[in-house]
């Protein structure tokens, strides 16, 4: 098997407060939208973070609760410096987004991160890591 | 806000049965392995899938239940066609996974999928979708 995560889904509560936060408040563009289903959006060459309606998500799955709610995930997005931290928590709070932790400094590696959820509730990291870089291939390297 | 996710945390009750899952029994190799922590894997250009130990998740994030579970949320691995749909699904269950739904058409577009659990209860939808392919530079196209 292949080290490779091609579709990353969450189950969505509201899909139109999804659509409201990512499209019209952070300006990015769907690859392709299914109005009352599904949002699919490229977020890495080769991989795609679908918003599913909760309902569908449930019964695609054909298990687990009618409605389900997304837990024990996080999803982080880095920036280069710590004046972006505060600069991307701005832009998703004014989008939409709820503040759940004000840029702060991490306990490890001399991290600067905050926490904010979506409308829906998933909590994205947003954070400047000195320790974190990414090669012109693609190749990721931590620490 | 570029248009990109660089972590995927997902809150792991058994890291080591999950290190057992993915790199003993799957082959794939960590960016980052701290014992009883978290374990990195590069999972597309940039894109980074870690497993962190659910109750220094729970610490990190500062709030909700001290053992949070994933929930709501899949992950999809795609293959070329419909034997390798097969093959994977064997290669995950003899590696630990728990299959959920046998390879079997889906009711959209000519897939061809199944679902399987990690030893973490992590869904991965196993899949042949003919209506999606990655160009050279990383371009996903869907439908």
């Known amino acids: 098997m292949d080290q490779q995560v091609h579709f990353t889904t969450l189950a969505t509560a509201d899909l139109d407060a999804a659509r409201r ?3 019209e408040g952070l300006g990015w563009r769907p690859l392709l939208d299914v109005p ?3 949002v699919f959006f ?3 060459p080769g991989a795609v973070l679908a918003f599913f309606e909760a309902g569908k998500f449930a019964q695609d799955l ?3 609760p009618a409605r389900p709610e ?4 996080t999803l982080a997005h880095n920036v280069p410096d710590r004046d972006a931290v505060h600069a991307v928590v701005e832009a998703m ?5 709820t503040l759940l932790t004000a840029p702060e400094d991490g306990a490890f590696g001399g991290v ?3 926490l904010v959820a979506d409308p829906n509730g998933v909590v994205w990291e947003i954070g400047h890591n000195p ?3 990414v090669d012109a291939d693609g190749t990721v390297r931590i620490g």
């Not at 997304?70 to 995930?73: A, Q, T, Y």
């Not at 709070?93 to 987004?97: E, I, K, L, Q």
């Open 70 to 73: 997304v837990s024990g995930l």
């Open 112 to 114: 600067f991160h905050a």
């Open 42 to 44: 490229q977020t890495a």
């Open 21 to 23: 936060f990512y499209v």
């Open 62 to 64: 054909g298990r687990g």
């Open 93 to 97: 709070t004014a989008a939409g987004g």
């Open 131 to 133: 320790g974190w870089s």
């Open 36 to 38: 009352g289903e599904i």
